[in-house]
């Protein structure tokens, strides 16, 4: 009997152990940060289990994904004009992120979860205006 509560105990602290090494990373969504309209930060490394969390610090922001840059079997958010908003990070791959009313202004950001096993794709998605070279940018990061 205390063999077997021993088990449970140990195989419960496992399947616990992956969710307490979990990591919130909050974004700031701005007017002005190293450029106007800015994510902070606007690349970001995580892992699996990851939350994000989008603060409107400034007001006329949203957090939203890119289709085309969102791993396979990851599921697509679209946040409310100035509402925070939290989303976890479920799948390894890339991620790119915008802010709607400001996309083409280069409001964006990029979160590379674990492998990522999505580069090629994302690299083939086209941006307008200024989103353009900032995703050039942050995607020579990822190497």
């Known amino acids: 009997m205390k063999r077997s509560l021993a088990l449970i105990a ?3 602290g496992l399947a616990l152990s992956g969710a307490a090494h979990a990591v ?3 974004i700031k969504m701005l007017n002005r940060g190293e ?3 800015v994510f902070e930060p606007e690349f970001l490394r995580a892992e699996p289990g990851d939350t994000l969390r989008f603060v ?3 007001p006329g922001h949203n957090a939203e994904t890119i289709p085309g840059m969102l791993p396979e079997g990851a599921e697509p958010f679209k946040g409310t004009i100035n509402q925070e908003i939290v989303y976890t990070l479920t799948e390894e791959g890339i991620y ?3 802010c709607l009313p400001h996309y083409g202004m280069g409001m964006v950001m990029l979160v590379v979860v674990g492998e990522p096993l999505n580069l ?3 690299k083939e998605v086209r941006h307008p205006g200024r ?3 900032i995703f050039e940018d942050l995607l020579t ?3």
Do not use: F, Y
């Open 96 to 98: 790119g992120i915008k």
């Open 24 to 26: 919130e990373h909050e």
């Open 35 to 37: 450029r106007p309209m």
């Open 56 to 58: 409107a610090v400034d």
């Open 131 to 133: 989103a353009r070279n």
């Open 141 to 143: 990061q990822v190497d």
């Open 10 to 12: 140990l195989a419960a």
């Open 120 to 122: 090629e794709e994302a």
